[in-house]
T-cell receptor, first 116, second 114 residues
Framework: AQKITQTQPGMFVQEKEAVTLDCTYDTSDQSYGLFWYKQPSSGEMIFLIYQGSYDEQNATEGRYSLNFQKARKSANLVISASQLGDSAMYFCAMRGLETSYDKVIFGPGTSLSVIP | NAGVTQTPKFQVLKTGQSMTLQCAQDMNHNSMYWYRQDPGMGLRLIYYSASEGTTDKGEVPNGYNVSRLNKREFSLRLESAAPSQTSVYFC?????????????FGPGTRLTVL
């Protein structure tokens, strides 16, 4: 069975500082993909970044990077130089690519508030 | 190119009524999904479809049925709505290409069951 854990219900960060949002996962698949999504108060789901389990380098997309530690089964999101517009819910998600191909599950989310 | 569209945007039902939520995508994706999001919580997978003609149960399938009508459309049906099904429902589609993968989400349907 797949499971995503996000242990930080809420986080605060000062504007222009960096912040790390934690995500740990559990899967029996050797091949899988990890995602991060942002959900602002308007409700839409915005894709941020993707990491494949066999990618040797950590994924980066602009101010977002994914700190992937396979042995620890963690996929933390790092946001550099936080902006007020980064205040939102952030969700970690996983797709197993073997026994449960195409099944994508989400963690409970972390609420990030950026303080001016 | 509309992406993923959902109808309706809002719906109020009485307990026991039935309804179908519609979802369509124009990106030629094979995989489609239905999620529900309860207040202050993450998305929970109801059903998914890896390709036209196939559907599989997700984490919370009870009380729902789905139909993958064709490659574009994936509908979610509530046969006898219950207050516990009050939620925001998101449809998504995806396709994995080599080393990249993402899901595209519709705008959501806000359903209230009285």
């Amino acid at each position: 069975a797949q499971k995503i854990t996000q242990t930080q219900p809420g986080m605060f960060v000062q504007e222009k500082e960096a912040v790390t949002l934690d995500c740990t996962y559990d899967t029996s698949d050797q091949s899988y993909g990890l995602f991060w999504y942002k959900q602002p108060s308007s409700g839409e789901m915005i894709f941020l970044i993707y990491q494949g389990s066999y990618d040797e380098q950590n994924a980066t997309e602009g101010r977002y990077s994914l700190n992937f530690q396979k042995a620890r089964k963690s996929a933390n999101l790092v946001i550099s130089a936080s902006q007020l517009g980064d205040s939102a819910m952030y969700f970690c998600a996983m797709r197993g690519l073997e026994t449960s191909y195409d099944k994508v599950i989400f963690g409970p989310g972390t609420s990030l508030s950026v303080i001016p | 190119n509309a992406g993923v569209t959902q109808t309706p945007k809002f719906q109020v039902l009485k307990t026991g009524q039935s309804m179908t939520l519609q979802c369509a995508q124009d990106m030629n994706h094979n995989s489609m999904y239905w999620y529900r999001q309860d207040p202050g919580m993450g998305l929970r997978l109801i059903y998914y479809s890896a390709s036209e003609g196939t559907t599989d149960k997700g984490e919370v399938p009870n009380g729902y049925n789905v139909s993958r009508l064709n490659k574009r459309e994936f509908s979610l049906r509530l046969e006898s709505a219950a207050p516990s099904q009050t939620s925001v429902y998101f449809c998504a589609s995806s396709e994995a290409y080599g080393s990249t993968d993402t899901q595209y989400f519709g705008p959501g349907t806000r359903l209230t069951v009285l």
